[in-house]
């Protein structure tokens, strides 16, 4: 039996991995050893079969996914509501079945494991706190559910309890009830209830959507923290893009149960693979123009804006980033002025185009220039590192010489 | 438990609800009276429940007009299959209330489904499993329409006879005419009911979570 012996490789190394821990007492320590490992899916698919028989359509949430995530790393899972992420959250704790592909932690094979023998912790989008427990038996909830030589005494479940505890600073708030607590707090006592059995993957859903924006930017910090303390290899799902790139090592942008760009959060924005990813990443988003190459240049409208060496003749879509636009009296790229918003650093400037996709063109320039409210007209030059080309049919981005 | 179970069959599941269910909207009398011919035994007949124990082996034994415990066990009996669907229908509206998320975190902790069951749902169901006790103790000092439709109206006779049937008695039944009887004991049912429901409020502060 395959999975039986995997489970009670398992049950060995939990059992050696307690015990360090009680030898060494340190949370810190412990959570830091070699605990984490890297994650390895392999064509990874779900289909939910379609809810009426005769009429639905099944749905393919995840469509073969390949993904191989660095040990004790911090990884956003990021891509618009509906795409499969959170699906491929609950296949990696197992709560769900993949339908076909294969899931890897580290060496081991953990596609067949249920929920319990797969070692993960995993953070719920609203908590899922036991609110008739309190903060303190919240925590020790999951060590309790361990069985016979692996199940610490109860002073053990304390002191780990209390390390936990004061590496999320809560430990003030032992006694109180969930409903007691704040957002911020009840988050963090999920995540001091994922992290004290000392899982190898941490996982979270949308971990900061239930917050208040200020408390936002302070949680994703502490979860930034708590993932460099431990070392742990930490997944976190979101649709918002400033927090995944603001936080991660590591960023998967998703879309439709398609995995469409991994890399680094810098990286993908500044080299995106496809228009989605694109317009997906950046606030404010990327102003995208229906343009035209001709002869080595590009046409957005009769206005030729860029040379476009190697690229030959075609009709393309053009991406330009807010940021890629320099005001320029005698640029080659001109939009009818519409208004100017002022944000102190800098000053977004609002205009209209024939060929834009979008509404509006947004650039953002130094405040130190002044524009010219009363004019009709405004003249930019692009700058050429912040415009990318992408294929008309199939949305793929064209590289330049 | 019965409605855990219910829970978590899928498959048939509304047919399951309406059987459970049907004993709620059937007659109480009626549904007596059928119990009553299910367990007597008479000299044509040895009754439906006689025969099935024979069927097994076991002696015929009189339910109805035969020996306390029989009687008593019948009583029992009847009062569960009548009480039953009320309960199961009102917790399984209080189980389908419960957020799945608390499951699924619990799942990813390695519960127990026992731990699963004594730790989570119990908890979480508790408020409507306090009012059902409660409740259910009211309803069984009240009982008397249900001895009635099993044994007859001579509910002494028959040693059947319960605290209502014995205000009933003295007012109106054979040895009727003691209203000051009558109204003790109506008192005292009074009296017994509100202590055990303060006893079930005292306990219910440690383990309702509301």
Redesign the interface.
């Known amino acids: 039996m395959d999975s039986a012996e995997n489970r009670n490789n398992l049950e060995n190394f939990w059992h050696y991995a307690y015990n360090d821990f009680v030898m060494k007492g340190r949370a810190e320590r412990v959570l830091g050893m070699e605990i984490s490992m890297k994650v390895v899916l392999e064509q990874l698919t779900k289909i939910f079969p379609p809810r009426n028989k005769k009429t639905g359509t099944e749905v393919i949430a995840v469509n073969q996914f390949s993904m191989e995530i660095p040990d004790g790393k911090l990884i956003g899972l990021l891509g618009p509501s509906g795409c499969g992420k959170s699906t491929v959250l609950n296949l990696l704790?197992?709560?769900q079945k993949p339908t076909s592909g294969k899931i890897y932690f580290g060496d081991d094979e953990v596609t067949g494991l249920?929920?319990?023998?797969r070692g993960?912790?995993?953070v719920?989008?609203?908590y899922?706190l036991?609110?008739?427990l309190t903060v303190k038996q919240n925590i020790i909830?999951?060590l309790?559910?361990?069985k016979g030589e692996h199940r610490p005494t109860r002073e053990e479940m304390d002191a780990k309890a209390k390390e936990v505890a004061e590496m999320v600073q809560i430990d003030a708030l032992m006694d109180r009830k969930p409903s007691e607590l704040s957002g911020g707090q009840q988050q963090r006592v999920a995540i001091a209830?994922a992290l004290v059995?000392m899982p190898r993957i941490l996982l979270m859903d949308e971990p900061l959507s239930n917050l208040d924006a200020r408390l936002r930017l302070q949680t994703r910090e502490e979860i930034k923290r708590i993932q460099n303390e431990t070392g742990i290899t930490t997944i976190f799902v979101t649709h918002d893009q400033e927090e995944a790139m603001s936080i991660s090592d590591m960023i998967l942008v998703m879309k439709e149960g398609v995995l469409h760009q991994a890399g680094k959060p810098q990286e993908v924005y500044d080299n995106p693979k496809n228009l989605f990813v694109a317009t997906f990443l950046g606030t404010p988003p990327i102003n995208v123009f229906a343009g035209e190459i001709k002869a080595g240049c590009l046409y957005i409208g009769d206005e030729n804006v860029m040379e476009t060496p190697g690229v030959t003749d075609r009709e393309v879509y053009v991406g330009v980033r807010p940021e890629g636009f320099v005001l320029d009296a005698r640029g080659a790229f001109s939009c009818k002025l519409k208004g100017v918003e002022v944000m102190g650093r800098d000053i977004s400037v609002i205009s209209t185009h024939d060929n834009s996709l979008n509404p509006t063109v947004r650039s953002i320039i130094s405040a130190e220039n002044a524009v010219d409210t009363a004019r009709e007209e405004v003249r930019f030059t692009l700058k050429p590192h912040k415009v990318y080309l992408f294929q008309k049919d199939t949305e793929e981005r064209i590289y330049l010489d | 438990m019965i409605s855990v179970g219910l829970t978590s069959i899928t498959k048939l599941r509304n047919l399951y609800q309406t059987v459970f269910f049907l004993p709620y909207v059937t007659n109480t009398l009626a549904v007596g009276l059928v119990f009553m011919i299910l367990f007597k035994k008479t000299p044509y007949t040895d009754g439906l429940a006689n025969l099935v124990l024979k069927f097994f082996g076991i002696s015929a034994v009189d339910f109805i007009d035969g020996p306390y415990w029989a009687k008593m066990f019948v009583l029992c009996f009847y009062t569960i299959w009548v009480v039953l669907p009320f309960k199961i229908l009102i917790l399984t509206s209080a189980l389908a209330s419960v957020n799945q998320q608390y499951y699924n975190a619990a799942k990813v902790d390695g519960t127990s489904g026992f731990r699963i069951f004594t730790r989570i749902t119990v908890p979480m169901i508790s408020p409507t499993l306090f009012y059902l006790i409660i409740t259910g103790f009211i309803g069984a000092f009240k009982a008397y329409s249900d001895a009635v439709a099993l044994f007859g109206t001579n509910l002494n006779s028959a040693e059947m006879n319960t605290i209502v049937g014995y205000v009933y008695d003295m007012l109106y039944g054979n040895s009727g005419g003691y209203p000051s009887y009558a109204s003790a004991a109506a008192i005292i049912l009074f009296t017994i009911v509100l202590t055990i429901t303060c006893i079930n409020l005292l306990v219910s502060k440690k383990h309702v979570h509301y």
């Open positions: 704790c197992g709560l249920p929920a319990e023998s993960v912790g995993m719920f989008q609203n899922a036991y609110p008739h909830f999951p309790q559910n361990l209830r059995k």
